[in-house]
């Protein structure tokens, strides 16, 4: 099942160098389930080597905590997606960083594969936050982005981010805290059903959970607040297809915000947005790329 919420959220300090990169390289694939050999690298060592993290992955695999599954490149070379075994599971699970997020070890490589597409475009995403910090001077991690959180609507449903994004943009001593709840599309649905999403991130605004054997209080707080200071603006990232039909997902995306009530009400108080990763990758999450679901002109991810 995917992961519930924790009732806190306290930060872990960045990766350092001075940490033992075995261990960073286990606590990165607990945390985000899957990455290549490149993806690892980007995230712990941006200015490090292919053959630094490829050496501390062949001892983990040799001890028996890491495995592979083996992805065509683009260049017809092999490329290594790296998963947590069973034991590099049992030894990641207790982790800070990790607490109240169960295990998901992978038992085999064919079960790596049905998961491996849309977890490596989620980690992409990631990514091209990631850089996009780095170059600004502002803090977000491999820490920072949570894959797979759950969180209940009521009537035994619950609402499934594909990853919860933690920024902070920093400008001199001002410091600006920013949550998201970021939805990776591949297009492998419809632009309908993509744009359903946005009926339960709108029931989980309005959802107010009441403690079992309690009367409902007057004025009972939204669950959401158990979690976050203040509802997480949602950002729809796309990929998977051509620009044109892309563009008509965002379409399908605005229309929703727009038509159906209770979304439309979301949309009044939170900040709603859609972007091509590609453009996330070669502009920057920061640039004038992401469209507002309520509509006006492209904009950064933090202006939304």
Request: charged content about 25%; aromatic content about 6%.
């Amino acid at each position: 099942m995917p992961r519930s919420a924790s009732r806190t959220r306290v930060s872990p300090p960045p990766p350092s160098p001075a940490e033992a990169l075995s261990d960073q390289i286990m606590t990165a694939l607990a945390q985000h389930r899957i990455a290549t050999t490149g993806q690892l690298r980007r995230m712990l060592r941006p200015d490090g080597t292919r053959q630094l993290i490829s050496r501390a992955l062949n001892k983990l695999r040799c001890d028996g905590f890491v495995d592979y599954t083996v992805l065509p490149g683009p260049d017809r070379s092999p490329t290594h997606a790296w998963y947590l075994t069973p034991d590099g599971a049992r030894l990641t699970k207790d982790l800070p960083v990790l607490r109240g997020r169960p295990p998901y070890p992978i038992t085999s490589t064919t079960a790596a594969s049905l998961k491996t597409a849309h977890t490596l475009t989620v980690v992409r995403a990631h990514l091209a936050f990631a850089a996009d910090a780095r170059r600004l001077g502002h803090e977000h991690g491999p820490w920072d982005w949570t894959p797979e959180v759950s969180h209940s609507i009521g009537e035994g449903e619950r609402v499934v981010a594909d990853a919860v994004l933690h920024y902070t943009v920093v400008r001199g001593e001002q410091r600006r805290k920013l949550r998201a709840f970021v939805e990776v599309d591949r297009a492998t649905m419809s632009g309908e059903r993509l744009a359903v999403k946005l009926i339960e991130y709108a029931r989980l605004h309005q959802y107010e959970a009441q403690p079992a054997g309690r009367r409902r209080r007057a004025a009972a707080e939204p669950g959401w607040m158990r979690w976050y200071p203040v509802f997480p603006r949602v950002l729809f990232v796309l990929t998977g297809a051509s620009r044109p039909r892309l563009e008509g997902r965002i379409s399908d995306l605005q229309a929703m915000a727009t038509q159906h009530p209770l979304v439309a009400a979301l949309a009044g108080e939170v900040p709603l947005g859609a972007a091509v990763l590609e453009d996330l990758e070669h502009h920057g999450p920061t640039q004038n790329v992401w469209t507002p679901l309520t509509g006006g002109t492209p904009r950064p991810w933090t202006d939304l």
